[in-house]
């Protein structure tokens, strides 16, 4: 639900940019990024669309305050990048406050999550985990929030899955066509 309210809102934006659209926007993308680490791919999709609409000859309709039209590429690259910043404001303040802007996961100052000092995660994803011990580093995630975020990157990589009375945790190239084949026979 939250993408798809990020992308309607992202599609009214294109058309219109005004505070009510920016709002929806903003707000269905941080719920998004709070509620699922994969609607992290939502950023780079709303990048790509946002840069189109720099692309586009025709003029953005803005109504902030008092209508006008940006109608140059550099121009409208400003308000992309604003509209980014604003993405990345509110999605940064809703994931402290969905975490009571606390960084420990808990009000103990000895527990801390340290997944990626684990072999076997530092060995399946080892950029991830440099990536996450500078943020906890510095603080810029709660510590919960990073290290979820990486165990459960780990976790995707392999994952045990059941197929016509076989277990394997490679799994099958052809189990979602198969899948799907067998629903669409079901009633």
């Given amino acids: 639900m939250f993408c798809f309210g990020t992308i309607y809102f992202l599609w009214r934006t294109a058309r219109l ?39 586009q000859n025709k003029p953005w309709s803005m109504r902030l305050g008092r209508q006008s039209d940006v109608s140059g590429r550099l121009g409208k690259l400003a308000v992309v990048l604003s509209i980014v910043v604003i993405l990345t404001a509110v999605t940064w303040v809703a994931i402290w406050a969905v975490y009571d802007f606390r ?39 709660p510590n919960a929030y990073t290290q979820g975020f990486l165990l459960g990157q780990v976790k995707a990589q392999k994952r045990s899955g059941f197929l016509a009375g076989n277990y394997s945790i490679e799994g099958w190239w052809y189990f979602f066509p198969l899948a799907f084949l067998i629903k669409l026979r079901s009633p």
């Fill in 103 to 141: 960084y420990l996961p808990s009000a103990s100052p000895t527990w801390r999550w340290d997944f990626q000092r684990d072999p076997v995660i530092l060995q399946r994803a080892p950029l991830l985990t440099k990536a996450v011990d500078w943020a906890d580093e510095h603080r810029l995630l």
């Fill in 17 to 55: 940019l005004s505070v009510g659209n920016l709002c929806g926007l903003a707000g269905f993308f941080a719920l998004g990024q709070v509620t699922k680490f994969s609607a992290l791919l939502l950023g780079p999709i709303v990048l790509a669309l946002l840069v189109m609409r720099v692309c």
